[in-house]
């Protein structure tokens, strides 16, 4: 795109729309109207301890394809609204447990996390409607996964997953797309 054209773009959705690359900017500059936010293919490798930007509109958060090591518990706290958090290709070895407070989320992408192995308990999250752990190092099922009752994407093809827990399926009425790795054992 051109950059009268992107400048022009941005400037427009001024206020409810943030696209950055590079820095994640400081907490001052989140404002409380914004509804969507990127920082994709950007350099970003890690989030301050205790940063927690007072967003409660916002729906989208996009942190794909950056470097991002670490993520504070706190980041999240104050985001209540999320309904899509990308962080594919990222470089986190852990979520933190505030991510489980995310009542409203509905997409949780983590596809190509390759250093994934820790995900916190999800069953609180209700409304996820799709969830990619595909190309993680996560060695088994996170808990919860399968209280998910509105779970309609299920991406599992991780390299290190070796089993499924028994009856994983059973509450997941609703699901309609499942990736799966073919030597893991049922």
């Given amino acids: 795109m051109h950059d009268l054209l992107r400048s022009m773009a941005l400037k427009i959705c001024e206020g409810k729309y943030m696209v950055r690359a590079g820095e994640i900017p400081k907490e001052a500059e989140w404002a409380k109207d914004l509804e969507k936010v990127s920082f994709m293919n950007s ?3 890690r989030i301050e301890q205790g940063m927690s930007p007072d967003c409660p509109k916002l729906s989208t958060l996009l942190l794909g ?3 991002l ?6 980041f999240f706290s104050k985001m209540q609204g999320l309904c899509t958090l990308d962080l594919s290709g990222a470089s986190i070895t852990k979520l933190p447990n505030s991510i489980c407070a995310l009542k409203s989320l509905k997409a949780l992408l983590l596809r190509s996390c390759r250093n ?8 609180e999250m209700k409304e996820l409607r799709e969830l990619d752990l595909s190309n993680t190092a996560i060695k088994e099922v996170p808990q919860g996964v399968g209280e998910l009752i509105n779970l309609k994407f299920l991406a599992l093809d991780a390299f290190e997953l ?5 009856g994983l399926f059973l509450k997941l009425g ?3 797309h499942l990736e799966l790795r073919l030597h893991i054992e049922l």
Avoid: A, H
């Avoid at 994934?116 to 069953?123: A, M, S, T, W």
């Fill in 43 to 45: 350099g970003i490798m």
């Fill in 65 to 67: 394809n950056c470097w």
């Fill in 69 to 74: 090591q670490f993520i504070p518990d706190s």
């Fill in 116 to 123: 994934l192995e820790n995900v916190p308990y999800l069953g």
């Fill in 162 to 166: 070796e089993m499924l827990s028994e």
């Fill in 174 to 176: 609703k699901l309609q």
